[in-house]
């Protein structure tokens, strides 16, 4: 027969190991595809170009504009893909993430804060610059990666 002290002792560790869970969970990055890509998966040997849409994420779930983005329909003045090596310059977060991706994805990247921008604010709000991320923000990006940036700057020359 086993006792109630066993039992107890047993839901406990459960819980712990539950909790333990959830917190890496809302540690991780996170990659949903909104429209998969054919092309090869992203590598840190190339220099990749791709259109950004930043948000902040809310602690219900929902979404803020962070004022930078790199497409028009998005608030951007014009359509002005950003050009990136994975790993040089970056967020961790942002690595990790376009790490999962393939060439002409576009998903939502979810990055908690430890891998963002931590405790630093960046940009300044209702300032110059037009953008703002508070600290301890965790950040939503609509990132499409449009193919390594030597293909993307010939095809748009072929289409002038």
Known sequence: MISSSSLLFAATI?????????QAQQDAVTVTIIQPGKGPAVT???RYSSHVTLYIQNTDGTKTPSGWSTRTQDGATVDAPFAFTPGVGLITGWTEGVLQMKEGERSWLRVPSEKGYGGRAMGSPGGSGGFYIP???NLL???????KEEEVVGRSRQDL
Request: net charge negative; hydrophobic share 50%.
């Open 14 to 22: 459960l819980l712990s190991l539950l909790l333990t869970l959830t």
């Open 44 to 46: 840190t040997s190339h």
């Open 141 to 147: 990006f609509d990132i499409e990666i449009l193919g």
């Open 135 to 137: 600290a301890n923000s």
